[in-house]
C-alpha cells in the first residue's frame, strides 16, 4: 500500500486548479462545492492568469475569496507552494479546470513553469491521475494537437466535453463540468468515464 493511501486525508484530498478561461468560472465554482459537499478537502490552485487578471466575469480578488469560502483553503499560487504536493502525498488526485488551450500545450511538452503544470508534475511523478476539463475556443485547431497526445497519456483523464456552439465557434470545444465529480472518482479507479465525446 502507498503512503497517500494509508493516509485518510490525502486519499479524500484534491487539488484542483482553475486557468484562464474565465466564461467557465461559473459552471466551474459549482463543482468545486460539489466535491465538498461529497467530503473531498479541496485545495485550490489558481493559473497565473486567474490569479491575477480583473475580467468582466469577475475579479481575481473576488475569485480567491470565494475559493477560500468554499474550501477553506487560501489559493496556491506559486511553484513553491504546489511542488510539495505529490512527494509530500497532500493530494490524491489533480483536477485542471477549465483547462485552458495554452496549459493543455505546456502538459503535453513537458514544460512545468506555471503552477498548474507543475502541480501536474508533481502529482504525476507518483503516479496520480490528473482530470483535465478542456475549454478553449481552438481545441479542433490550433490546440487539437496538444488534446490529442494527453489522450494518448498514462494518469491522464478527461471530463467528457464537446463543441460548444459548433455555427458561432467550430472550432471551441467545452467540458460538461457537471461531470466533473464522477470522472474523478472513475479516474481514482483507472476508468475513463464514458462516453467522453459529447
Known sequence: MMKWEQDRDASRTVAFALCGSFCSFSAVLPQVEELCRRGWDVLPILSVSAATQDTRFGTAGGLQKTLRELTGHAPLTT????EPLGPEHRAGALVIAPATGTTMALLAAGISSTPVTMAAKSLLRIG???VVAPSTNDGLSGSAPALGALLQRRHYYFVPFGQDDSYK?????KSDFAQLPDTLESALRGVQIQPLLL
Open 79 to 82: 511553484l513553491q507552494e504546489v
Open 128 to 130: 496520480r491521475p490528473v
Open 169 to 173: 465557434k467550430p472550432c471551441s470545444l
